[in-house]
Nanobody, 111 residues
């Protein structure tokens, strides 16, 4: 059974940083792409960043240069380092592995 558990969300002031983690179990972690998505109230879920098995990555335009995605295959954990946070980054952040989603973690950025 696949489980994805996000952690690391919270309340932070604009300009601050947070590091999200997504711990996976029940998967062959190192052979598939993974990604971080977010959904703000009243908006569609959008891709934040994705990382391949070879650690190639791509980012949504709004987070390029501020967020960094990474993965530790030995720990079956994916990370999202978020710097220079803005109020518009406020959303529930989800990790995704193939067709499975985590439960989400709330990130709130105050102005």
């Amino acid at each position: 059974q696949v489980h994805l558990v996000e952690s690391g969300g919270g309340l932070v002031q604009a300009g601050g940083s947070l590091r999200l983690s997504c711990a996976a179990s029940g998967v062959s972690f190192n052979i598939n792409d993974m990604g971080w998505y977010r959904q703000a109230p009243g908006k569609q879920r959008e891709l934040v960043a994705a990382i391949g098995s070879s650690r190639s990555s791509n980012y949504g335009d709004s987070v390029k240069g501020r967020f960094t995605i990474s993965r530790d295959n030995a720990k079956k954990t994916m990370y999202l380092q978020m710097n220079s946070l803005k109020p518009e980054d406020t959303a529930v952040y989800y990790c995704k592995y193939m067709v499975w989603w985590g439960q989400g973690t709330q990130v709130t950025v105050s102005s």
